[in-house]
């Protein structure tokens, strides 16, 4: 995270960025509908106040601001690639466009995999670079939204989580509009931003990834016993 973290908040407070923030609580509403447990974690501040968490039915959640953020605004801060939190204690982890803002995604994403229990769901957001959202960003030195330090594309985060032994659950596109400020209501924008409009020829701007840890227990393999020849009178049969 870096010091552009405020520019982002009021980027956030405006009409197109508080359109993506509902949409994405709405999206994210059915992603946790199979999500239980006891402990909820979103890694990284998105949004104004908790939006993203209101979904889910978790009752305790915690919102890890990172310590390099001008404005945290979380339960507690910490850096987030070193969390100050148990080992597999954690039953579902949410990166809402966190690994995009991390100087060191990887460091992150394994944090999260350290603190997160076997067959705890990870749910991660992030922007496509092959949209027009993507390529706004590539040509804006504050990048888009602001304070992005790299579009990662799906295939990059499938292929880190396959490293680290995770199942993809799901792999849902959206945000099916143009990177400027909605005309009318912020309600009547959220539609737009979930799902495709038969008039609207670009493909979508980002996706929500849920994936499964697997823990693969190892099953011992005794040795086999030698198969002794069969016995006659007390002496062993002897060989050709």
């Known amino acids: 995270m870096t010091d552009s973290d405020p520019v982002l908040h009021q980027w956030q407070r405006e009409p197109l960025g508080r359109a993506l923030i509902q949409a994405e609580a709405q999206l994210l509403a059915g992603t946790f509908d199979d999500v239980f447990g ?8 998105w949004g104004v106040g908790r939006e ?11 919102v890890v601001a990172d310590s390099a953020e001008a404005s945290a605004g979380g339960d507690f801060v910490a850096r987030l690639a070193h969390l100050p939190i148990t080992n597999a204690s954690v039953d579902a982890v949410l990166l ?37 959202w993507g390529l706004r ?5 504050a990048g888009f939204p602001p304070g992005l330090r790299r579009i990662l594309p799906a295939s990059r985060v499938r292929d880190w989580l396959a490293l680290l032994n995770y199942e993809i659950v799901n792999l849902r596109p959206y945000l099916y509009r143009l990177p400027r400020a909605p005309r009318g209501s912020i309600d009547s924008a959220i539609p737009s931003v979930l799902y495709r ?11 929500v990834i849920k994936a499964r840890k697997r823990v693969y227990t190892l099953t011992p393999i005794r ?3 030698r198969e002794r020849r069969p016995v006659f009178g ?7």
Request: proline letters at 10%.
């Open 38 to 45: 006891l402990e909820l974690l979103q890694l990284g501040t």
């Open 52 to 62: 993203l968490l209101a979904p889910s039915r978790i009752r305790r959640q915690s």
């Open 96 to 132: 809402p466009h966190t690994l995009e803002r991390a100087a060191d995604p990887h460091a992150v994403l394994r944090e999260a995999d350290r603190v997160l229990l076997g067959e705890g769901q990870l749910i991660v957001l992030g922007f496509r670079p092959a949209s027009l």
């Open 137 to 141: 960003a590539a040509v804006s030195r």
């Open 197 to 207: 409009a038969w008039f609207y020829p670009w493909p979508a701007a980002a996706y």
């Open 223 to 225: 040795p086999r016993l």
């Open 234 to 240: 007390g002496l062993v049969e002897p060989s050709a």
